[in-house]
């Protein structure tokens, strides 16, 4: 068949074969990719998932679809921070701390510990997760972070494991969506809150116009540039257009047991946030 865009449309096997290789293909390339294809404003939303996400020292996170870590490295970033202004409102609210007290509050901050916080980055490519740890490593990254190759529809993980399951721009690329949603809920401890950010249906006319061209005629032809590769840049607008929008996709996350679903447009609904809980 052929979708109202023009593009043909895939069987589900297909499919999985498909992203695959274009996520093989890009990997060495991704950062760069994004950057330019988005003019840098991915890192801005990917920071307003952080900044919802809010995680507290001692968080458990699953980033699935995880590929070269930006949201594990924003997770330690954010903890660290956190657990820097704890240490700094301690050392306001006893002033008269001996002075040992106040050197040992100091060594905890300059160590910058996670206090236990862990992030577990699942991806099923390992090309994409081996430029990760490249990154990690390039940037310092070491403590509370793991690489873990395997399906968002099949996770490799126990049940009730996790605080927060994260995925970012990855779950348009699943081939069974609803099967990757009970996976996370499976793997998310009671309490624990499901998130997660993605492309979406622009809810403004004009923003709508010139994305639709930018899109369609610019992205594939960056693509080709700057990889090489038209065809796997036809293919991430195409899959964007193909996912569900912001009510469908809400649906399908409270079909699969989360409660007090809720979205928010960021970027005119050029992305949205989703967040539900395990209860
Ligand atoms: N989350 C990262 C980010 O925001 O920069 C990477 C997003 S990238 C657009 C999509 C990732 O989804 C790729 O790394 C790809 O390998 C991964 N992926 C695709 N299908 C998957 C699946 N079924 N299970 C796990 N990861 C998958």
Redesign the pocket.
């Known amino acids: 068949g052929e979708t109202h865009f023009g593009f043909q449309t895939v069987s589900e096997a297909e499919k ?1 074969e498909k ?2 290789q ?3 293909s890009v ?1 060495k390339k ?2 760069v990719m ?1 950057d330019s294809m988005s003019l840098g404003i ?1 890192r801005l939303w ?1 920071d307003i998932l952080l900044h919802q996400m809010n995680p507290y020292p001692g968080t458990q996170l699953l ?9 594990a490295f924003r997770f330690i970033n954010y903890i660290r921070s956190q657990r820097e202004r704890q240490v700094q409102q301690k050392l306001r609210s006893h002033q008269n701390l001996s002075w040992q007290e106040i050197l040992k509050s100091y060594q905890e901050g300059e160590q910058k510990s996670l206090g236990g916080s862990h992030v577990v980055v ?4 390992k ?3 081996t430029v990760g740890k490249q990154k990690a490593c390039h940037l310092g990254y070491s403590e509370g972070l793991s690489w873990v190759v ?4 099949e996770l490799p993980f126990n049940d009730d494991k996790f605080d927060i399951y ?5 779950i348009r ?3 069974l969506i609803d099967q ?1 949603l009970k996976e996370a809920y499976r793997v998310l401890k009671p309490g624990g809150r499901f998130l997660c ?1 993605e492309f979406s249906q622009v809810n403004n006319p004009l923003i709508s116009r010139i994305y639709d061209l930018y899109s369609f005629q610019i992205i594939p032809v960056l693509g080709e540039i700057i990889a090489g590769d038209w065809k796997s840049y036809q293919y ?1 607008v195409e899959s964007i257009r193909r996912f569900p929008a912001q009510e469908e996709f809400k649906e399908m996350i409270e079909d699969t047991g989360f409660l007090k679903v809720e979205y928010r447009n960021v970027s005119s609904g050029i992305v949205a946030i989703h967040s539900g809980f395990k209860l």
């Open positions: 999985g992203v695959y274009v996520f093989e990997a991704y950062d994004n991915h990917k980033d699935v679809a995880g590929g070269t870590g930006d949201i699942c991806d099923i490519n090309e994409m997760l395997g399906n968002a529809e994260t995925i970012a721009f990855g690329n699943v081939t990757a950010l991430l």
